[in-house]
């Protein structure tokens, strides 16, 4: 049988494998080479189920038309179009936490198998496989994401032992990543993910790809780009780097407006710890009525994976410029899993004119500078401030309030006429201010002024107390409807304020 050539097109499947085994198995009795060729075979098998592990795959199917080479060296078995491997469900169950995947198939049209006969070892260790790959999935459940189909195109490659994939998965909703897959088997599997596009298309693919998107936040502009590198081994729990770059970000979310958000985030989860850095984060502005920015933020997050909202944030940098000034969180630890946290704002600086033109009221003017503390206390119900202070920075300033806006604010009584007629040329050289804001949303400005006003009994020395009280959240709408946000804003809490009944502010 020297260098004989076996060449058949053939039908029955079991006839031919069967003549195959008999050749390799005899092929030790040969001194001499030998070759087969089967030019088209067909097999379609009902397999059983298998369990590996936290794996479990069942109603499993083989339809396979391929073509074979054979040889004393090896075996290449080349899969034709309709070759594909079917399962009606896979389940992966790690912890209590289920993913289930229905109606997966995998289409191994033009991709080759190769069996080396001559080397050690088991038979699956001596077997690679390289060519074309799509696997589509009917649909995928899993407590964080949304059921839907995804679908991935591209190749395998290498050795059963080490089996490398690599090519593009997209869901239904049109999400786009490139994935490249290492397995090897009963030691680990590695998958890198890489995600870039815009912000915007980000934005409405992840609203209706994962289960816990914000439903009021909503990118617009600028472009993000994901890179994560997931591993799981036997007995471990799972691994993830990932690095997220913004670049120029804009949108909303709820009723605040956010501009030119740029930088990167670093995650790492190992060994069931989180940690997140944030690095080189600016925002250009956040604008709910009244703008903040540019902002400077750097801090490291860590957290336990069974609470990961109930974490460490140590804050190495926030700054912002607010009104010709600048806010600062002082540098420190913050434990989330106590409320309520305290965020202790340094205010230096602050333009006082600014924050009278921000105020919406006509006429309202003057100068200084204003430099102080505000704690504000942050709960799962709400912010809150206790015993903020505010004070003129020396020499003082001037106020310049109108008689009619300071008698709506403060009343028409005998007593509060000496402190309107004051305020309307008001040189001070003390301005000292508390302030406390409750959950609801009221702010209560407890204010001592100490100066003169010259048109006023010849500029005689003048201290005054007022307390004054303001709807923050009343104040911001009507900031919001004046556009002094943005036009998305405005029409957001216009939709608000329709659904709800409200009357809509001029």
Not at 268 to 291: C, K, P, Y
Not at 367 to 379: A, D, I, K, Q
Not at 446 to 453: F, H, K, M
Request: glycine share 8%.
């Amino acid at each position: 049988m020297s260098d004989r050539v076996i060449s058949m097109a053939y039908k029955p499947w079991t006839r031919n494998v069967f003549l195959l085994a008999c050749l390799l198995l005899a092929q030790p009795t040969f001194a001499i080479g030998w070759s087969l060729i089967l030019q088209q075979g067909q097999i379609g098998l009902a397999l059983p189920d298998v369990q590996s592990g936290d794996w479990r795959a069942t109603g499993i199917r083989t339809d396979m038309v391929t073509s074979v080479e054979a040889d004393e060296r090896k075996i290449i078995v080349h899969f034709k179009p309709g070759s594909r491997l079917q399962a009606a469900r896979v389940i992966h169950d790690r912890s209590g936490v289920a993913t289930e995947l229905d109606n997966v198939q995998v289409d191994l049209s033009d991709a080759t198998l190769t069996v080396n006969l001559s080397g050690t070892g088991t038979v699956i260790n001596r077997s690679a496989l390289a060519g074309n790959l799509t696997i589509a999935i009917g649909e995928v459940r899993h407590p964080g994401i949304r059921p839907q189909s995804w679908h991935f195109e591209g190749r395998i490659d290498g050795a059963w032992a080490d089996l490398n994939i690599d090519g593009q998965l997209r869901s239904d909703s049109g999400l786009l990543a490139n994935v490249t897959l290492r397995n090897v088997p009963e030691k680990f599997l590695m998958a890198r993910v890489t995600l870039a596009m815009a912000a915007e298309q980000i934005s409405k693919t992840l609203a209706t790809t994962l289960s816990d998107w914000p439903e009021l936040l909503e990118l617009n502009a600028g472009q993000l780009r994901v890179d994560a590198t997931l591993r799981l081994e036997a007995d471990s729990p799972l691994a993830l780097e990932a690095r997220v770059d913004a670049d120029s970000v804009s949108g909303l979310m709820d009723r605040t407006a956010l501009s030119g958000l740029t930088g990167r985030l670093l995650i790492n989860l190992e060994d069931d710890a989180l940690v997140a850095r944030f690095r080189d984060v600016t925002i250009a502005q956040i604008n709910s009525g009244i703008g903040i920015g540019p902002i400077r933020f750097l801090a490291d997050y860590r957290a336990n994976q069974s609470d990961l909202f109930a974490g460490i944030l140590d804050i190495q940098q926030a700054n912002a410029s607010f009104l010709d000034g600048r806010l600062r969180v002082a540098p420190g630890a913050i434990d989330l899993a106590t409320e309520p946290w305290l965020l202790p704002i340094d205010v230096h600086e602050v333009s006082l004119d600014r924050l009278l033109q921000v105020y919406p009221a006509e006429g309202f003017s003057g100068s200084g500078e204003l430099s102080g503390r505000v704690p504000v206390m942050v709960s799962a119900s709400g912010l809150s401030v206790e015993q903020g202070k505010l004070a003129a920075v020396a020499p003082g300033g001037m106020l310049l309030l109108p008689a009619e806006r300071l008698q709506t604010m403060l009343g028409r009584s005998q007593a509060m006429e000496l402190v309107v007629q004051a305020l309307q040329n008001f040189h001070y050289s003390v301005l000292d201010s508390t302030i406390d804001y409750d959950k609801d949303g009221r702010l209560v400005l407890g204010l001592r002024l100490e100066g003169q006003n010259p048109d006023i009994k010849g500029g005689q020395p003048v201290v005054l107390n007022i307390n004054l009280e303001e709807d923050i959240p009343a104040l911001l709408t009507s900031l919001q409807l004046s556009g002094r946000v943005n036009e998305a804003v405005t029409e957001r809490v216009r939709e608000r304020l329709e659904q709800s009944g409200q009357e809509i502010m001029p």
